[in-house]
């Protein structure tokens, strides 16, 4: 049963230079428990369809199509649903929490801050409650450490921090964009760790770049290409079976696998190419590519694909 349906989904943005299409007619169902990976390089569109969830894109937007959530549609609904909703059933664990964190409120404040607007609990029940989710994730002497600002914290416990302001109201479905970011491999170990532990029987989109966590975490992963989805499928076939060329290319790109470059760029996201996004790049491309833009196809239950070499 899936707890997030969007359908059609589109996020543009107006400039001098003309529309830039960042997330292109979306199509995406993230189910109850499920941990979806979203992965592709930078620039594909990742972290613009997890705002485009929230509504947290800038006014000069235009976000068109629907997001279902629990029956309704996250795009209409009124500006008061969506901040009762927004960090209290759905919320964001945002990248870079340098300039997440505000840096001049105490750490204890700031997650109290939002227990205290979602969960009516007053000050000193808020305050308590954040001390606890200190110690959920791990952070040392969390009653200590609630009085610290966020210089005082390592790049890892910041994370630690981010993790606990997002999980602090028990939401029922978690955008992480990038929560490893930046972090040495010891570290970044341990938050997959405190990420699995805390969100297990929940919902997550994982946003990220680092395939291993997405590995380690998810049950299925979206790789997207010039704002749209090009392949999806469970870890498994993703990594030992892609279909997709763009797919084969972005693994084969990896230190581990050669570091074998894609030819070519990605294309504008003003003027997409009127076929197959990936057609200007891709070694199998025919007339059928080059004028008609592929349908996503399913392969196999859970292995979906946009091309149309991979039909047969």
Sequence with gaps: MSLVEIIGLSAHFPTHDGIVKAVDRIDLNIEDTETLGLIGET????????????????PTAIVEGKIIYK??????????????????????????????????????????????LHQGLNKKEAKEKAIEMLDAVKVPSPSKRAQQYPHEFSGGMKQRVMIAIGLACDPFFIIADEPTKGLDVTIKVQIVDLMKEMTEHKTMLL???D?????????????????????????????????HPYTRGFLNSLPHRGLTPIQGMSPSLINYPDGCRFSPRCEYVNEECIHHHPDMFRIECEHFVRCFNARS
Excluded at 43 to 58: A, E, M, Q, Y
Excluded at 217 to 243: H, N, Q, S, W
Aim: with cysteine; net charge negative.
């Design 43 to 58: 620039g594909s569109g990742k972290s613009v369809l997890g705002l485009s969830i929230t509504r947290l894109l800038p």
């Design 207 to 209: 946003i990220t770049h």
């Design 71 to 116: 029956g309704r549609n996250l795009l209409t609904v009124s500006e008061d649903d969506i901040r009762k909703i927004r960090g209290g059933e759905i919320t964001n664990i945002l990248q870079n929490p340098t300039t997440s964190l505000n840096p001049v409120v105490k750490i204890g404040e700031q997650i109290a801050e939002a227990i205290r």
């Design 211 to 243: 395939l291993g966590v997405a590995a380690a975490m998810c049950d299925r992963i979206a790789l997207m290409y010039a704002g749209e989805i090009v392949e999806c499928a469970t870890p498994l076939d993703l990594f030992e079976k892609p279909m």
